[in-house]
Nanobody, 119 residues
């Protein structure tokens, strides 16, 4: 199983970035996908999530209206479009795949990609 994030970089406040997470080694279309982030000295927090079919999304209040999560099941990839970035969005962003069954929870994590918002 692999989740490989990309797209993180240094960006000025007000700028935009698009993160990608390429998945392999599992049935991508059967998993909900999430983006988490962790800033220095803070706990990891859920930023956005999307259901396995893409029909349902959810966002942290802090990013609503600025971030958009999407997925392409044909390409086994999930995206996070981030607009109007703020310094407080600075963090390592992690891709997460999750699937709950009656007997077990499956969860996989990527290695993270650094997003720095600074002038």
């Amino acid at each position: 199983v692999q989740l490989v994030e990309s797209g993180g970089e240094l960006v000025q406040p007000g700028g935009s970035l698009r993160l990608s997470c390429a998945a392999s080694g599992f049935t991508f279309s059967s998993y909900d996908m999430n983006w988490y982030r962790q800033a220095p000295g803070k706990e990891r927090e859920l930023v956005a999530g999307i259901s396995s079919t893409g029909g349902s999304t959810n966002y942290a209040d802090s990013v609503k209206g600025r971030f958009t999560i999407s997925r392409d099941n044909a390409k086994n990839t999930v995206y996070l479009q981030m607009n109007s970035l703020k310094p407080e969005d600075t963090a390592v962003y992690y891709c997460n795949a999750a699937r709950l069954t009656l007997f077990r929870t499956y969860a996989y994590w990527g290695q993270g990609t650094q997003v720095t918002v600074s002038s």
